[in-house]
């Protein structure tokens, strides 16, 4: 903070070389969440330069979908999210099994309920703002779709009792959540930022969805943790395998 205008960078030699950065679009913002979503890259930005906060404090201040249809050589501004940002922070954004859009933000006023919305056109239009209910707060969410189900992680709220954990939710629909787990308590200062990737998916199967999170174990010094979700192939369920941590 104060945020500055982000940009985008493509290499196609598998990272080793990277072209030149350029803007994602004209404002100064933050990029939460980025997704493919057919043959197009749509990127989720909250237009807040965060020079007084980091939720939003002014009617200006939005929730933008950006998209390209060029493998991200191109971003063009799709249009608004329907959130009134005032006290709104984070995001994170996935597809349904039905094919909607569906995107979470923090309400920072009330950490058990974050608002969401959905788009059945891939982000030209919105339903009007909903709350869901998670019993052990977010603050950070992230969002994945894996095998059958939808998967929700974060930090357990900054404020009020059992705040600071790294909490995990499981849904069938994407919006419905259960009582939640905690997958690492807090022991120190500030951690559990967190964000997923599904790895290994293909003809043999649906991979695993891989966790990673911050833990502070001194002060506010961190190390990455890290844990895979993988669906049981006769079972059809979903079980936790933790992987340890990697100090960073």
């Known amino acids: 903070e104060p945020y500055l205008t982000p940009t985008v960078t493509r290499s196609r030699d598998g990272g080793r070389t990277f072209a030149p950065a350029r803007p994602l679009g004209p404002f100064r913002s933050r990029v939460y969440d980025a997704l493919k979503y057919g043959d197009e890259i749509l990127a989720l930005a909250f237009e807040n330069d965060a020079t007084e906060h ?87 969410p992230q969002l994945a779709r894996y095998a059958d189900g939808y998967f929700l992680h974060g930090r357990s709220g900054s404020m009020g009792a059992e705040a600071g954990h790294l909490v995990l939710y499981f849904s069938t629909d994407g919006i419905h959540w259960d009582e939640g787990r905690y997958l690492r308590l807090r022991e ?30 001194r002060e506010n010094r961190t190390n990455v943790l890290h844990w895979f979700i993988k669906r049981r192939s006769e079972e059809h369920t979903s079980e936790l395998q933790s992987l340890g941590n990697v100090v960073c």
């Open 54 to 140: 980091y939720v939003g404090v002014r009617p200006e201040h939005v929730y933008a979908l950006y998209a390209s249809a060029d493998g991200g050589v191109h971003f063009r501004r799709r249009g608004e999210l329907p959130f009134d940002a005032r006290g709104r922070a984070y995001g994170t954004m996935e597809r349904l099994a039905d094919g909607r859009l569906i995107t979470y933000v923090y309400d920072i006023a009330d950490e058990y309920r974050p608002d969401y919305v959905l788009s059945e056109d891939g982000g030209y239009t919105w339903s009007a703002p909903a709350k869901t209910y998670l019993a052990k707060k977010i603050r950070n």
């Open 188 to 217: 120190a200062g500030a951690g559990a930022y967190s964000n997923n990737l599904v790895v290994g998916a293909g003809a043999r199967g649906p991979g695993k969805l891989l966790i990673q999170a911050s833990h502070a174990y």
